[in-house]
Structure formats: structure tokens, C-alpha cells
């Protein structure tokens, strides 16, 4: 049987092969960063020249584990930009309707009985009890920040930041600081980075160098 592809399909510069892909086993990168996503707890840096190859080998790898989040760093110029990405991606929505119940008791002296339906009713001496259940719907706006935190460590959706030195640094610090808790729960980041500027992470986070491993460096294809 003859396949037939298109020409996009074979020749991809700058989009993501798939017939052409070259996993390079002897290099043995896939194995690196699958490794890196199943041990957890860290947050991971691929650094490498623009074009080198880093951005195709890290969505390979993360479109056979599992789901995964992928952000462009040229698009992101503030914290609610990443966030709000993150949360369109995951499909959070921007609100969320949570519903409460409740019992309430009315009571009334002298016997005097409610003649209300499909509820008990009590007599303690003289005085009528009703019971009846309440409920209520509270409409609230969704955190993207927490939401997304949350969803992705509860799921096992992995986090791949790509052009991560394109983020302004004061943006890249509040991503980082936020990002700490959730990679001590489990949550797996890849950041990618060119060589230059592969230690942004610990430069823009001091606490970080505990949580900070450099993955692959200066990858090309």
C-alpha cells in the first residue's frame, strides 16, 4: 500500500515532523527528558541555538506521556497572560457555580400548625416545628492562577515553557515564585532556553537552585 503525504507533512521547517523525526537514540535526549518528567520536583531547563531542535524534541516526547500545557514565551508580556493561557488551554471557563444546602427549622406557639407541603411538622407542647431544606448558588469568578495550578497536579499535565528568556524578567520571577509550590507537589516544568540565558530561572529566584536542574545543554539537532 503507497502513502501519500503532503508536502508540509515531509518537509517542516519550523513546525513539528512527524514522518521526518529523528529520535537520535544513541544521543539518548528522549530518554533525558522522559526520565526528568517521571521523576518529578524539579523544574527542568533545555537550553540550546535558536532552530536547534528543542522545542520538536521536547512536544515528541511530551505527546507520548501524557497531557501536557505548551506556552510560547514571545506571547506572554504579563503574569495574566501566562495564567490566562494556561487556564484556555485546560478549559477552566471563567466562572464556577457552586451550590449549598442547608436545613432551617420555623417554629410557631400555640399550636398554630404551616400549612405548607411535603414537610414534617413537630409538636413540642404547644409549639409547631417545620423543618424544611434550603439551598442556594453562589457564582464566583475562577482564579486562573490557582485553577491551573491546581488542575495540572491533580491531572498530570506537564508544563512546557518554550522561549522562556522572551518573558520579561519581573514576569519570570512572579511565574517561578508561583510555579515552587506546585513542583514540591509533583508538577512537571520543562522551560526552554537559548544557552545564554539558561540560568534566568535561579537569576530571577535565589530559593530555586535546590529545584533547578539544567536537562540538556546547548541541544541542537
Same mark, same amino acid.
Given at each position: 500500500m503507497?502513502?501519500?503525504?503532503k508536502?508540509?507533512?515531509v518537509?517542516?521547517?519550523?513546525?513539528?515532523?512527524?514522518?521526518?523525526?529523528?529520535?537520535?537514540?544513541?544521543?539518548?535526549?528522549?530518554? !533525558?527528558?522522559?526520565?526528568?518528567?517521571?521523576r518529578?520536583?524539579?523544574?527542568?531547563?533545555?537550553?540550546?541555538?535558536?532552530?536547534?531542535?528543542?522545542?520538536?524534541?521536547?512536544?515528541?516526547?511530551?505527546?507520548q506521556a501524557?497531557a501536557?500545557?505548551s506556552?510560547?514565551?514571545g506571547?506572554?508580556?504579563?503574569?495574566e497572560?501566562?495564567?490566562?493561557?494556561?487556564? *484556555?488551554?485546560?478549559?477552566l471557563g471563567?466562572?464556577?457555580?457552586?451550590?449549598?444546602s442547608?436545613?432551617?427549622t420555623?417554629?410557631?406557639s400555640g399550636?398554630?400548625?404551616?400549612?405548607?407541603?411535603?414537610?414534617?411538622?413537630?409538636?413540642?407542647?404547644?409549639?409547631?416545628?417545620?423543618?424544611?431544606?434550603?439551598?442556594r448558588?453562589?457564582?464566583?469568578?475562577?482564579? *486562573?492562577?490557582?485553577?491551573s495550578?491546581? *488542575?495540572?497536579v491533580?491531572?498530570?499535565?506537564?508544563?512546557?515553557?518554550?522561549?522562556?528568556?522572551?518573558?520579561?524578567?519581573?514576569?519570570?520571577?512572579?511565574?517561578?515564585?508561583?510555579?515552587?509550590?506546585?513542583?514540591?507537589?509533583g508538577?512537571?516544568?520543562?522551560l526552554?532556553?537559548v544557552? *545564554?540565558r539558561a540560568?534566568?530561572?535561579?537569576?530571577?529566584?535565589q530559593?530555586?537552585?535546590? !529545584?533547578?536542574?539544567?536537562?540538556?545543554?546547548?541541544? !541542537?539537532?
Amino acid at each position: 500500500m503507497i502513502s501519500h503525504f503532503k508536502l508540509k507533512d515531509v518537509f517542516t521547517p519550523g513546525g513539528q515532523p512527524s514522518v521526518t523525526y529523528v529520535s537520535r537514540d544513541h544521543l539518548k535526549l528522549e530518554q !533525558r527528558v522522559k526520565e526528568a518528567l517521571a521523576r518529578g520536583y524539579a523544574i527542568n531547563v533545555v537550553t540550546g541555538p535558536t532552530k536547534s531542535g528543542k522545542t520538536v524534541l521536547c512536544n515528541h516526547v511530551l505527546s507520548q506521556a501524557g497531557a501536557s500545557v505548551s506556552i510560547e514565551g514571545g506571547q506572554i508580556r504579563t503574569d495574566e497572560e501566562f495564567w490566562s493561557q494556561i487556564a *484556555h488551554q485546560l478549559e477552566l471557563g471563567r466562572e464556577r457555580v457552586r451550590t449549598e444546602s442547608g436545613s432551617q427549622t420555623d417554629t410557631a406557639s400555640g399550636g398554630v400548625k404551616f400549612g405548607i407541603p411535603n414537610v414534617a411538622e413537630v409538636n413540642f407542647g404547644g409549639d409547631s416545628a417545620v423543618g424544611r431544606t434550603t439551598e442556594r448558588s453562589i457564582t464566583y469568578d475562577v482564579n *486562573h492562577k490557582l485553577a491551573s495550578l491546581q *488542575h495540572m497536579v491533580d491531572n498530570d499535565v506537564a508544563l512546557l515553557v518554550d522561549d522562556f528568556h522572551y518573558i520579561p524578567q519581573e514576569v519570570q520571577k512572579s511565574i517561578i515564585q508561583t510555579l515552587k509550590g506546585a513542583v514540591f507537589k509533583g508538577l512537571s516544568v520543562i522551560l526552554l532556553a537559548v544557552p *545564554h540565558r539558561a540560568f534566568d530561572p535561579i537569576t530571577v529566584e535565589q530559593e530555586l537552585e535546590g !529545584r533547578f536542574k539544567s536537562l540538556i545543554q546547548n541541544y !541542537r539537532s
